[in-house]
């Protein structure tokens, strides 16, 4: 089989779409991040007992506000990632494909703001 890349493209591994494996390593580093995030913060919800002001202490503690930060910024960021190789996949028409990808970007940026906001709000006390 003749590879018709570049002798450049094929040091620098990069593909037909000059992207090389960035996408691919991004969503599996995410993904490896979440699995001890999302662990800590499912047996964390589940020691504690169910009252607002338990919840409220615990998101005050240093640790747990940088943790749930990370989770957040890791949760939104690895969902872009795979939501742009969904929409790349199977949305057909290029100008389509471009208004839901940017849409999709938006949501997820906007979802992790207001996510990150909202843990440092509480978190500070304001």
Partial sequence: ????R???SRVKGLGS???GTDHFWHQRLTSLLLIP???WLGFS??????DHATLVAWIRQPFVTVALVLLIIAVFYHAQLGL????????GSHSRRTVILL???????????VGVVSVLKISFGA
């Avoid at 089989?1 to 018709?4: E, F, G």
């Avoid at 919800?45 to 169910?50: G, I, K, Q, T």
């Avoid at 742009?84 to 949305?91: A, F, L, P, S, T």
């Avoid at 949501?107 to 703001?113: A, E, H, P, T, V």
């Fill in 103 to 113: 849409l999709s970007n938006f949501l997820c940026l906007l979802l992790g703001i």
């Fill in 84 to 91: 742009q190789v969904v929409i790349e996949d199977y949305v």
């Fill in 6 to 8: 570049s002798p450049l």
């Fill in 45 to 50: 919800l589940a020691a504690m007992p169910v």
């Fill in 17 to 19: 779409a000059k992207e």
């Fill in 1 to 4: 089989m003749t590879d018709l």
């Fill in 37 to 39: 995030l999302v662990l």
